[in-house]
């Protein structure tokens, strides 16, 4: 199937932002963050390429990504097929990332970054004339969590979501966003529209919990809607990820490190960008199984992330509800205001 992939924006990093919000908020800095994959297991080898510049981005104020998600709504209210009130659901997603960029939104993505490079033979340094397979690897990510509906307008259905802390239900996801890194040269890059396969076999070197509040919106006439959510690091492998003042987030006390899923849309029918109903149906997840429905679908998604290590309250609400005033560059299709919960 010939679909349109989400694109979202993941910042590991960047930009001073003011706040609006009572004059004790301080301001969120987030700015040139560190990826460091030399001492992974993975066994990534930049070859005649420098191993540096191939496995050690900096720089990095976004990361840009596609993602297929699975939703399904408990419909234990009113068991009629659609969102109601008090209704929870769960969603669970596999992406891959396609580019970083700075600050300046100049691509600072590594050649070896989602390919794999083969050097012919007659261009090898050593002159042995035998072609080279340069380690490619890329990046992924999971999430699954769970969210309750708490208004129905018409057909627009707001909803917020639920830490794992504060739901228990039969339907309970993980309540986690997890982060990989994989060396493709054998083959295995992630394939997400068709099984969902090698999402996660890399190697993980992030967990984040999902925080309750935040939400958005779901038109559930039409198949489409946005979303915000913040997630909260839980564990980060030791030398991999590193803040623009060079510490290592892995040995990192204190203030909370979050990430903001602001400006998100998502869609059921992403082939047609007017709004087709429940129609998206690939491997992933079984969708092609399915009978899919307003309480049973899966769709794309784009959007952003943003990471903070000082997002004090009410800061973080004034933060997230703006959207980041839009930064990021994310295509927006449909954007609704959730109701104030």
Not at 18 to 41: F, S, V
Not at 108 to 113: C, E, I, R, Y
Not at 235 to 247: I, Q
Request: net charge negative.
């Amino acid at each position: 199937m010939d679909t349109k992939i989400l694109r979202d924006t993941l910042l590991l990093g960047a930009i001073s932002v003011g706040l609006i919000a009572p004059a004790q908020a301080t301001t969120l800095l987030l700015n040139d963050w560190t990826l460091d994959l030399t001492g992974l297991a993975e066994g990534l080898d930049g070859g005649f390429l420098s191993t540096e510049q191939q496995h050690i981005v900096t720089d990095i104020s976004q990361i840009t990504f596609l993602s297929v998600f699975h939703s399904v709504t408990s419909d234990t209210v009113t068991a009629d097929g659609l969102p109601t009130v008090g209704e929870t659901f769960r969603v669970t997603a596999g992406g891959t990332g396609t580019d970083f960029f700075d600050a300046s939104n100049t691509n600072v993505s590594p050649t070896l970054f989602g390919s794999i490079l083969t050097i012919p033979g007659n261009t090898q340094a050593d002159g042995s004339g035998s072609a080279v397979a340069l380690d490619g690897w890329e990046f992924t990510f999971t999430f699954d969590i769970n969210g309750q509906y708490t208004n129905i307008d018409g057909q627009d259905a707001n909803f917020t979501h639920l830490s794992a802390a504060d739901y228990s239900g039969t339907d309970a996801g993980t309540g986690q966003l997890k982060l990989y890194i994989d060396n493709i040269t054998d083959g295995s890059e992630a394939t997400l529209n068709s099984l969902n396969q090698n999402v996660t076999n890399g190697t993980l070197i992030a967990t984040f919990d999902v925080r309750s509040g935040d939400g958005g919106v779901f038109d559930f006439g039409v198949g489409d809607g946005s979303d915000d959510a913040t997630f909260e690091l839980v564990s980060a492998l030791a030398g991999v990820l590193f803040d623009a003042d060079g510490n290592d987030l892995s040995l990192l006390t204190g203030d909370p490190i979050l990430i903001g899923v602001t400006d998100s849309n998502f869609d059921a029918s992403p082939e047609n960008p007017d709004g087709g109903g429940f129609v998206f149906a690939p491997q992933a997840f079984e969708c092609n199984t399915l009978t899919l429905s307003a309480i049973n679908f899966c769709g794309e998604e784009d959007g952003s992330f943003r990471i903070g290590t000082q997002i004090p309250e009410p800061a973080t609400i004034a933060l997230l509800g703006m959207g980041f005033l839009g930064l990021g560059g994310a295509a927006v299709r449909r954007k609704r205001k959730a109701a104030t919960q």
